[in-house]
């Protein structure tokens, strides 16, 4: 069996080292080894060169560590402490990074936090261990403590952190802990780079989506920042920075709706969130196209979310174009949408031009051959679910067919099944 290189031994044990540490004074030691030296007896010199030293002055060796790591890889595959090594780097990254954080050290943080994304893009097995190691946790509560820091710091930590997502719960309670923390993703999400960004937004989906889970006493409160918070989710759709960070918006701004209720889905509507997730239909993959609907969908639940989507010349067309286009959880999504803009709400027809913008976009839907689409859905079969609400938008629109037109009688031959339904 080969013995291992002298630099990969502590110089006090004489032991392979586990966690090399590098001093001021060029020395490599273990960093249990040394730190028992500076323990004992209240040390505070460095045993090799005796000069001074102190256990804040230490920072991890990476380039030791990961050379010893491949060493022990090659040359002790079986089994013994060098084993033990390798299998616990990721445990001693995350360790590095919770002493740091608890030290106050921002720049040792942000080396640990870089050692964290170098053992991430090992592959899959590694990030493994760092989720089992506690790594989100560790670098949610590292962002927490350092939210007032330069920004270099918060970004490699943020860079780390989305590397181990999905994020467990008490990590995202973590990283939301202050209003401080979050308004520091909202402003990366607002201000970075496109990796940046997408890096930020991501986190903030998965502390709307736990907040969304966790409706009512147990939701996490992001009053202080719901106002930027909705402004950089629809900027960042709008900009469509990448398809990535455009889906992680869709989800958050579905789940904000759902989860804070009409006050969030008043601030989404007042940032234009409407007319953005209709132009996004318009070329939208089948994965981002069924988020932006269910987004559509909880933005229409309220009164001026329908006044948007009446008045925007796209929304009607392209809403009907997307029956059976995508897919069958999009095309129940398209119904649903169609019958908010179309069914009639007491509040809506309180005002005349709320009365007139949806009858006219129930006239529209007709003319592009909704109801066409709507007979063949029910004659080709459906969901249950799916089902009902074309029957009820078929209901709705076959009071207004006599206004329009334009509507070819000659198109409804040989469908039977569809038009059954109208006399039941």
Not at 174 to 182: E, G, I, T
Not at 347 to 358: I, L, S
Not at 370 to 376: D, F, M
């Amino acid at each position: 069996m080969e013995e291992p290189p002298p630099e990969f031994l502590c110089p006090i044990t004489l032991d392979l080292m586990r966690d090399p540490v590098a001093s001021p004074t060029g020395i490599t030691y273990d960093r249990a080894a040394i730190k028992s030296w500076l323990l004992a007896g209240g040390q505070r010199t460095c045993p090799i060169t005796h000069g001074e030293l102190r256990a804040a002055d230490l920072v991890p060796n990476h380039t030791l560590g990961r050379l010893i790591q491949e060493w022990c890889a090659v040359n002790r595959p079986r089994g013994g402490v060098e084993q033990a090594i390798a299998a616990t780097s990721e445990e001693v990254a995350v360790a590095d990074v919770e002493e740091a954080t608890r030290a106050g050290d921002a720049d040792r943080c942000a080396a640990a936090a870089r050692w964290v994304r170098r053992l991430a893009g090992l592959g899959e097995r590694s990030r493994r261990r760092l989720a089992s190691a506690g790594a989100a946790r560790a670098l949610a509560a590292a962002f927490a403590s350092f939210a007032d820091a330069a920004s270099d710091v918060l970004e490699g930590v943020l860079a780390a952190l989305v590397l181990v997502v999905p994020m467990d719960e008490e990590a995202i309670v973590a990283v939301s802990s202050s209003s401080a923390s979050v308004a520091r993703l909202v402003a990366t999400a607002a201000n970075g780079g496109p990796q940046r960004r997408l890096h930020a937004v991501v986190v903030i989906r998965e502390i709307i989506s736990l907040s969304f889970h966790r409706s009512g006493a147990g939701a996490i409160d992001l009053s202080a920042n719901a106002d930027a918070i909705v402004q950089v989710l629809v900027k960042t759709i709008r900009d469509a920075i990448c398809p990535h960070a455009t889906r992680a918006c869709l989800v958050a701004a579905c789940h904000l709706a759902y989860a804070a209720g009409e006050g969030a889905t008043a601030l989404l509507v007042a940032a234009g969130i409407v007319p953005v997730l209709v132009e996004l239909l318009v070329d939208a993959d089948r994965s981002t196209a069924e988020k932006a609907l269910a987004a559509l969908d909880a933005a229409l639940a309220s009164r001026d979310g329908r006044a948007c989507a009446r008045a925007d010349a796209l929304a009607v067309p392209v809403l009907v174009k997307k029956i059976f286009c995508i897919s069958d959880a999009a095309t129940e999504l398209v119904l649903s949408v169609l019958l908010r803009i179309g069914k009639k709400c007491p509040e809506d027809d309180e005002d005349a031009t709320m009365a007139a913008g949806r009858r006219l976009a129930i006239i529209e839907a007709l003319q592009v051959g909704a109801l066409q689409k709507v007979l063949l859905l029910l004659q080709a079969g459906c969901r249950a679910e799916t089902k009902e609400k074309a029957t009820e938008l078929l209901r709705l629109m076959v009071r207004y067919q006599s206004r329009v037109e334009c509507v070819d009688t000659m198109d409804f031959r040989g469908i039977k099944r569809g038009t059954t339904i109208l006399t039941t």
